[in-house]
């Protein structure tokens, strides 16, 4: 079964509109991470906004927010009033077990992304 | 602060070849990892260093990839003898490692394959 599901191969929205990009997650561990990355068509993975398992509140930076609804195990991605500059690729990822020790394997695991296309 | 470094940017070569990629992480970053995201994919991690040790390497195809991270910098992947389906950007990232936290992947710019 996928563990990071992103329904949305491709949007186009219109400048200064908002947009949720979705995201549904599996997974059976109570200890989880979930991140957000944005990769422009030059290719290297920006971080956007991360949302932990045992956060109360929805996570926010700047223009993105992060709509997390624990029960229905969905991590959606609001970017307000979209740029030009918005458009790219977007990747929904999770990191299963927060509590480290040691050193365990922590490493993240990506849904196949939304193209997103701000038009003028 | 200078982000993760990677080279080449592009490479391209014919199948049955060999290849190497390298990335230089943060500096302080004691956690290096190698992802490969195959076109229309998200990226699939292959390899994780804890400093100069492997932490999960369960995905990596072992009969024809390795990687090293000698003294707990910088690492290098490489690729003998290389498949078509081997064609992929290469992704390097780093983390701090702390006890708790977000601990956010930080990536670098990538490495294209291309297996002709």
């Known amino acids: 079964a996928q563990k990071i599901t992103q329904t949305q191969p491709g949007m186009f929205v219109q400048e200064k509109e908002a947009v949720t990009l979705d995201c549904t997650y599996d997974?059976?561990?109570?200890?989880?991470?979930l991140f957000w990355y944005k990769q422009p068509s030059s290719g290297e993975m920006i971080f956007l906004i991360y949302q932990g398992s045992y956060d109360q509140q929805n996570a926010t930076e700047g223009r993105y927010s992060l709509n997390f609804q624990k029960a229905r195990k969905s991590a959606n991605l609001v970017i307000s009033a979209s740029q030009l500059g918005d458009s790219a690729m977007y990747f929904c990822?999770?990191?299963?077990?927060?509590?480290?020790?040691?050193?365990?394997?922590?490493?993240?695991?990506f849904g196949k992304g939304t193209h997103l296309i701000i038009q003028p | 602060e200078a982000g993760v470094a990677q080279s080449p940017r592009y490479k391209i070569i014919e199948k049955r070849q060999s290849v190497a990629f390298w990335c230089n992480p943060i500096s302080g970053h004691a956690t290096l990892y190698w992802y490969q995201q195959i076109l229309g994919q998200g990226p699939k991690l292959l390899i994780q260093?804890?400093?100069?040790?492997?932490?999960?390497d369960s995905q990596l195809p072992k009969d024809r990839f390795s990687a090293e991270r000698l003294k707990g910098v910088d690492s290098t992947l490489k690729i003998q003898p290389a498949k078509l389906e081997d064609s992929a950007v290469y992704l390097c990232?780093?983390?701090?490692?702390?006890?708790?936290?977000?601990?956010?992947?930080?990536f670098g710019p990538g490495t294209r394959l291309t297996v002709l």
């Open positions: 260093f804890q400093n100069n040790g492997v932490v999960d």
């Open positions: 990822a999770m990191r299963e077990g927060l509590e480290y020790s040691g050193g365990g394997a922590d490493g993240l695991t």
């Open positions: 997974t059976s561990d109570p200890s989880y991470g």
């Open positions: 990232a780093s983390s701090l490692r702390k006890l708790a936290g977000t601990d956010t992947q930080y």
